[in-house]
């Protein structure tokens, strides 16, 4: 590789770091200034095209990207058992590997509303933070070399993260189930309304929680 060819008093993998990461910065500044955050403002779609986007996007009764933030979305996250379920996931998940790309497509498919769905991500980063202050601590110097606090955390860490997959499916599960309890009162002869009544909310921020016609991914 013509990085380990450099000649410097520094060492050869700092350039690494150094030539890599400026390659990921200019190419982040490039995609923050030319990529569109909605369909409606993609400079590449024509008005046809960014009309069939957008109705794409409704169809996942999520909607689409909302810069302002609803404190109401903010109580819901903090009173939502998903928050915390992701919250202990991480930490779990953390302390003995990185998995919290794993968590971020659960919040991705399965929370609903800008202001909520932020926050959730903002505690998944937060759980995947402290897992990863907590793991290195438990490898002790004297313990070398079988580490025995490390191994005892890793099969901690493994444990809760099983468990609390397990909790988070039987959640999201009996909601669904709930809410098609519910939606069989109406009868099979509403649920194309009520189907246009999901996507319809999907597009005004709300989150899963208000949507009665929302299911979860599972």
């Given at each position: 590789?013509?990085?380990?060819?450099?000649?410097?008093?520094?060492?050869?993998?700092?350039?690494?770091?150094?030539?890599?990461?400026?390659?990921?910065?200019?190419?982040?500044?490039?995609?923050?200034?030319?990529?569109?955050?909605?369909?409606?403002?993609?400079?590449?779609?024509n008005?046809?095209?960014?009309?069939?986007?957008?109705?794409?996007?409704?169809?996942?009764?999520?909607?689409?990207?909302?810069?302002?933030?609803?404190?109401?979305q903010?109580?819901?996250?903090?009173?939502?058992?998903?928050?915390?379920?992701?919250?202990?996931?991480?930490i779990?998940?953390?302390?003995?590997?990185?998995?919290?790309?794993?968590?971020?497509?659960?919040?991705?498919?399965?929370?609903?509303?800008?202001?909520?769905?932020?926050?959730?991500?903002?505690?998944?980063?937060?759980?995947?933070?402290?897992?990863?202050?907590?793991?290195?601590?438990?490898?002790i110097?004297?313990?070398?070399?079988?580490?025995?606090?490390?191994?005892?955390?890793?099969?901690?860490?493994?444990?809760?993260?099983?468990?609390?997959?397990?909790?988070?499916?039987?959640?999201?599960?009996?909601?669904?189930?709930?809410?098609?309890?519910?939606?069989?009162?109406?009868?099979?002869g509403?649920?194309?309304?009520?189907?246009?009544?999901?996507?319809?909310?999907?597009?005004?921020?709300?989150?899963?929680?208000?949507?009665?016609?929302?299911?979860?991914?599972?």
């Amino acid at each position: 590789m013509l990085i380990g060819h450099i000649t410097s008093s520094q060492p050869a993998w700092i350039y690494i770091f150094l030539i890599f990461g400026a390659i990921s910065l200019a190419w982040g500044i490039l995609f923050l200034a030319f990529m569109p955050d909605l369909p409606s403002t993609a400079r590449f779609l024509n008005e046809r095209e960014r009309i069939v986007a957008v109705e794409r996007v409704a169809t996942n009764r999520q909607g689409v990207k909302n810069h302002h933030f609803k404190a109401y979305q903010m109580w819901q996250c903090l009173r939502d058992p998903k928050t915390w379920i992701l919250f202990v996931m991480s930490i779990g998940a953390q302390i003995p590997s990185a998995a919290h790309y794993s968590f971020m497509s659960i919040v991705s498919g399965n929370v609903a509303g800008y202001t909520k769905k932020q926050l959730t991500g903002a505690f998944v980063y937060v759980g995947c933070y402290i897992g990863n202050i907590i793991g290195p601590q438990t490898f002790i110097e004297t313990e070398a070399p079988f580490y025995t606090s490390a191994y005892i955390a890793i099969l901690i860490g493994y444990s809760v993260e099983t468990l609390m997959v397990i909790v988070l499916y039987l959640y999201m599960w009996s909601v669904n189930r709930k809410r098609d309890r519910e939606a069989a009162v109406y009868g099979s002869g509403l649920s194309a309304e009520r189907e246009k009544e999901a996507i319809e909310r999907g597009m005004q921020d709300v989150t899963e929680l208000d949507k009665k016609g929302f299911r979860y991914v599972l």
